[in-house]
């Protein structure tokens, strides 16, 4: 018999969760923009061209903060590209992903629209083929209310007002062998360090993010933090993570198990910051921007194809992956996986938004419909707001093929004390077994259930498309709730929100 026994009290706080970890991600890639966010004269396009569809999704999800413009398209980014009259700008070649940037997007139709979506920016600078003057100059367009050049400029596109835009990333998975003028640890150290010297001397209210590893499979992993935040510690508030997982060897009880990885990779960078801090007697400590994060495999093939055969297409298929029911499962874990680590991760994005490995997707001559993994995101995003609480579970375990004591259930519970609310995500990652699940909340005098909301599903591959929504959440009402104690069957390989109010 599986069993879960979880215990949830208002005195087991790990923190209060930052609104930014359900942050997204919106980079110049294949139809992100062009046919996803915008799409002047289809008949969901608004006066500037973004398709309102898409805008409501997007606010459906309550995302606090956007990524953008990259991605590795910022490394051979030229913002001044994107700004001014659009029938002066010209189409540039995109190195990353081997396509044409028309430009009809920048950076000042991308704040519109961010307006829009009820969301912030979080602004990337290119550090793969420039520098400091570039990243300083940007910063001073975008914030600076001064009678000064780029301000002027700015204004003269009709921006009377700065954008404000608070989170600056130092460039883009600099570690990476792929990246368009990728550095070693030293050399982005220094880089990092006077760019982040600078931009906070044009704007000290910013808050800035050192890059950090491409993935804990890096070679350079950890030895990239330790040697980059010796320089930057002292000018920045974060440091990047970056993760994809996928399930290649069609090992679902593995895929399932892989948020321990990510969970392993926040630990050894807290352990690395934490180093640094020791080393320079800073009385600071870092945060971990987790910014590009999600599962990222389906499309690898066809992308390839796409990029040898179509070179410098506008805006190509690319990265477009069906995300299927066990997809959506891993993402619920790894968002679990970020609430337990509420007190250091205080910002995260799911990478991507729209069409591009993404929640959201686009039918250029129709519709827009959410994939499976929306509603993971959804539910956290909108439930997972308040203090994370330290979940105290006794589970049993299982191993898998590369992981040994996994737990049958990984769950959280978030506590909303101006709603009086509290909300347990669990999944029972055990792909053989039902679990009996227990949760004792009597430290929450007179709560009683508010919902029960799960997704289960008996083919691991089912997928979303426009017309047919095969994976969804339901309701649940196979429970008890009784002086204090949840009891539920919760189902082998489902996602599980259980929330509870006054
Ligand atoms: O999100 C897709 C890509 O993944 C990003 O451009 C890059 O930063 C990462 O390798």
């Not at 189409?91 to 992903?97: I, S, V």
């Not at 392993?264 to 800073?282: E, G, L, M, N, P």
């Not at 993404?358 to 519709?367: K, L, Q, S, V």
């Not at 077994?433 to 089912?462: H, W």
């Amino acid at each position: 018999m599986k069993k879960a026994k979880m215990v949830i009290d208002k005195d087991f706080k790990i923190d209060e969760i930052d609104k930014n970890i359900y942050g997204s991600f919106v980079e110049h890639l294949g139809r992100a923009i062009y046919t996803g966010i915008y799409q002047p004269g289809h008949p969901a396009a608004d006066e500037e061209g973004f398709r309102k569809d898409v805008i409501e999704l997007v606010k459906e999800l309550q995302v606090p903060i956007v990524r953008y413009p990259g991605g590795n398209f910022v490394s051979n980014y030229y913002w001044e590209d994107g700004v001014g009259p659009k029938d002066q700008r010209k189409p540039r070649l995109d190195l990353a992903w081997i396509t044409l940037e028309p430009n009809e997007v920048g950076l000042n139709e991308f704040m519109s629209w961010a307006k829009k979506a009820e969301t912030e920016v979080m602004m990337a600078v290119n550090l793969g083929t420039r520098g400091v003057a570039d990243a300083c100059n940007l910063l001073e367009y975008c914030n600076i209310d001064a009678n000064s050049y780029y301000s002027n400029m700015r204004r003269a596109h009709g921006y009377e007002k700065p954008h404000d835009i608070k989170v600056w990333c130092l460039g883009n998975e600099m570690d990476g062998p792929w990246q368009v003028g990728a550095k070693t640890p030293k050399e982005y150290g220094r880089l990092a360090e006077e760019t982040a010297k600078a931009m906070k001397m044009i704007d000290p209210t910013i808050q800035l993010v050192s890059c950090g590893s491409s993935s804990i499979g890096m070679p350079t992993f950890p030895e990239w933090e330790a040697v980059t935040l010796e320089h930057t510690y002292n000018y920045v508030d974060y440091v990047s993570l970056h993760q994809y997982y996928g399930n290649r060897e069609n090992d679902t009880a593995d895929f399932l198990a892989m948020s321990m990885d990510m969970e392993q990779f926040i630990k050894s960078v807290i352990a690395t910051c934490d180093y640094v801090k020791a080393k320079k007697r800073s009385k600071k400590e870092l945060k971990l921007s987790f910014d590009e994060w999600n599962v990222w495999y389906h499309s690898n093939e066809a992308d390839s194809k796409i990029k040898e055969k179509k070179p410098w297409g506008v805006a190509p298929p690319l990265l477009e992956d069906i995300y299927n029911f066990e997809d959506a499962l891993l993402v619920g874990l790894m968002l679990i996986t970020l609430m337990k680590h509420a007190d250091r991760v205080k910002m995260a994005c799911m990478a991507q938004l729209v069409n591009v490995i993404a929640p959201i997707m686009t039918d250029a001559e129709g519709g827009a419909w959410r994939q499976t993994i929306f509603y993971p995101f959804l539910h956290a995003s909108i439930y997972g707001r308040g203090i994370a609480l330290e979940p105290v579970i006794e589970t049993t375990k299982h191993d898998t093929s590369k992981h040994t004591d996994v737990s049958d259930v990984e769950a959280i519970a978030v506590y909303n004390p101006e709603k009086e609310e509290v909300t347990i995500f669990a999944v029972n990652r055990n792909v053989d077994d039902d679990v009996n699940f227990t949760s004792d909340i009597r430290g929450f005098e007179g709560y009683k259930v508010l919902e029960y909301i799960v997704m289960e599903n008996d083919d691991m591959k089912a997928v979303n498309s426009l017309n047919n929504q095969r994976v969804k959440p339901h309701n649940k009402t196979d429970y008890t709730f009784d002086d204090g104690i949840f009891t539920t069957n919760m189902k082998k390989c489902s996602w599980n929100v259980i929330r509870f109010g006054k």
